[in-house]
């Protein structure tokens, strides 16, 4: 995939999670946009998404002893970036809004950074569970209506786009992380911006004072 359509795919998958009712795991998976490659494309926005997505989910539900500190927030959202590299965006939103629905519901009104992690096991176990038995149902039938030539082409395609998968991963590994000071964004610089200098026009600092000239 072009990097320009990666920009666009990223884009419209940020958008699409603000409506996680409507998503399938099966849409979700091949339609979505790996977590690692919108953090490349757009770390700030990304990050700033997921942030937004579990701590309206944690406010949402009111357990007794949830994670509630920004850093903390934070913090959950890059471990569970890096733990589970393989999940798209749309995934994310559809196990927080599982977590509100209850379809997921962590025992003793607890969910912390541990409960979390299991959560997301269980769901990547349920999405394994269906592709293979996808693939599986789809060998089952395919000898009755495909030649072996076109079966083989079937599972050539296959396992190309599991390649191409792979290879979306492996370049996710170069993360543009966001600048973060005390839990909190700090500015990020573009290509062409200069930092601004105390004293200089524009500056956030004090002025210069210079000592009077002598008569």
């Known amino acids: 995939m072009k990097p320009s359509d990666l920009a666009r795919a990223t884009a419209l998958s940020l958008q699409n999670i603000s409506d996680a009712s409507r998503l399938t795991p099966e849409k979700a998976w091949s ?16 990050e700033a998404c997921l942030i937004i997505l579990l701590k309206e989910t944690l406010q949402y539900l009111e357990y007794n002893r949830s994670i509630t500190a920004d850093r903390d927030i934070l913090d959950a959202v890059h471990h569970l970036r890096d733990t589970f590299p393989a999940m798209k965006l749309e995934e ?4 927080m809004h599982r977590l509100k629905t209850g379809e997921y519901r962590p025992g003793y009104e607890r969910l912390k950074l541990p409960e979390l992690v299991d959560i997301f096991r ?14 599986n149902e789809l060998k089952k039938h395919a000898p009755d209506r495909l030649s072996d030539d076109q079966l083989d082409a079937l599972y050539k395609n296959y396992k190309k786009r599991r390649e191409t998968e792979t290879k979306e991963l492996q370049k996710g590994a170069d993360i543009k992380r966001v600048p973060v000071k005390n839990g909190r964004w700090e500015h990020i610089p573009y290509p062409n911006s200069k930092p601004e200098r105390d004293g200089e026009e524009g500056g956030h600092g004090v002025q210069p004072v210079h000592p009077p000239q002598g008569e």
């Open 92 to 95: 994310w939103a559809i196990i």
């Open 31 to 46: 339609e979505g946009t790996n977590v690692l490659v919108a953090y490349r494309e757009a770390p700030a926005k990304t």
């Open 122 to 135: 269980q769901y990547e176990g349920e999405r394994a569970a269906v592709r293979e038995g996808n693939w």
